[in-house]
């Protein structure tokens, strides 16, 4: 069964990176769509970003996030990074990386239309404070 623990996440000043990483066990992540989302305080869940299973390489990024984050993943180290830069207050929330098979979807961006509902594995969350 797949495990997946995110972490990287801290406080940093308006403008600055940071690099969170969702490392997975129990399975291969490339076998998987990796979907992160978002919960900023007092805001329902939102997704940000996801990543192809089925060894693919396409992404999806929300509008919130186009252009200034940047998913990928390292098989080698079993392991799905969201780099994010230009941050700002915005982006103050606690992010958790969340999966599934692929089944007979050949993106992972269908995935968010289904819901967090048909996401099975999740991490427990990593915080991320961005302040000016």
């Known amino acids: 069964q797949l495990k997946l623990v995110e972490s990287g996440g801290a406080s940093v000043r308006t403008g600055e990176s940071l690099r969170l990483s969702c490392a997975a066990s129990?399975?291969?992540?490339?076998?998987?769509?990796i979907l992160w989302f978002r919960q900023a305080p007092g805001k329902e869940l939102s997704f940000i970003s996801c990543i192809d299973g089925n060894a693919g390489s396409g992404t999806d990024y929300s509008s919130a996030v186009k252009g200034r984050f940047t998913l990928s993943r390292d098989d080698a180290k079993n392991t799905v990074f969201l780099q994010m830069n230009s941050l700002n207050s915005d982006d103050t929330a606690v992010y958790y990386c969340?999966?599934?098979?692929?089944?007979?979807?050949?993106?992972?961006?269908?995935?968010?239309?289904?819901?967090?509902?048909?996401?099975?594995?999740w991490g427990k969350g990593t915080p991320v404070t961005v302040t000016s």
């Open positions: 969340a999966g599934r098979s692929m089944g007979m979807e050949t993106t992972c961006g269908a995935f968010v239309k289904f819901g967090t509902d048909a996401l099975p594995y």
């Open positions: 129990g399975d291969t992540v490339g076998r998987f769509a």
